[in-house]
């Protein structure tokens, strides 16, 4: 039994949804008494809770998200230094991935309702250099995949996507997991489904599944002595996937509360001056990792910023997320110092975007309560005209 959170003086931005420690006790005890401390039978478990979940073939279990994107890239065999089009409104571990295995990132702009990549952009970016398309699950919206997958295809390029805050969405009624040459979770613990820290690659292709399986452990063949690939030390110890296991079997809970706290936010602001929020396209559904709302600067009484900073005295931590954009950031304003006149929307969004406190256990009375705060920062701030 999950303790809900009420009413408390302050909150943060996340808070993971845990078992309580006497539900899983017996089964962490019989990993210690067993020996078999990592990748195990609770990492098989899990691995095949996914598959049945979403109806993916392969699902291999890693210790992270990033970990995973790194592998699923260098499975895949791109040629070193050719071109990935994927999004610059996302974490920077989606683009890390990509220096990682010696890929260079192309930057492409992203739709300004559902904040995911925009295919009608990505098309320009194609040349002879382009290896892959790399969409992102932006706050649990997957983006229009058969759009992704028709513009790959057209130009015989692979197709991955960092899923990794999509787990328990959906497109066309089809679980994420199964698009693409491969898709990638994370479960650490700022994500709706959690195992601590982890994260699981699914892919419909057997080889790639087999070969990625292999490179979770160094790349050692499974007589355990050869090296057939360049590995990661990436395995999943038991007790994350113990942790994992509770938190997958309650996916649709949790979903389905995260569904009623997002209407509850939506109600409370929806009608302040110049604030909006990501729509989810009719195509699929989210498992709504993040709550964020936009601040339009000409229409808003306060600024994203400056909301931002009076949340944080009034107890309620906010993230501006994802800010800056991935190409303003330090490690990648130098990649390609053109590429901002073409990443309007990122910049718009990056600039408006705050991410507020949401929490599957949390309840509508401290959902009222952060949005009392808010409403009191509106209050208090001087109208601004409209430009
Ligand atoms: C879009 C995106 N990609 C990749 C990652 C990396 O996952 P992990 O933290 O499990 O390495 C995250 C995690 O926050 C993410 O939000």
Redesign the pocket.
Known sequence: MVATITRQSTYSIVCPTLPDAGEIIGDIRAVFESGRVTVGENVAALEGDNCAHSGVRHTIAVS????G?ILLLRALNLPRGSEVITPSF??A??SHALIWNGLKTVFCDSEPDSFTMDVSKAEALINENTSAIYP??IFGVPGDLDAYEKLASKYGLALLF?S??GLGSTYKGTGLGNFGNGEVF???P?KVITAM???LVTTNDDELARVIRQMRDYGKAPDGEDMGWLGLSARMPEINAIVARWSLARMDEWVARRISIMDSYRSWLGDLPGVSFQKIPDYCTSTRNYFVMLLNPDMCPVSRDELYHALKIKGVQTKRYFYPALHNQTLYKDTDPECRARLPVAERIAARSLALPMYSHMSLDAVDDICERIMSCFTSATIRPAM
Not at 64 to 67: A, F, N, V, Y
């Open positions: 992270s998200g990033t970990s994107l996302t974490f571990a989606t992102v699950c960092d990794a805050q994370s479960l650490s700022t820290e982890g994260g």
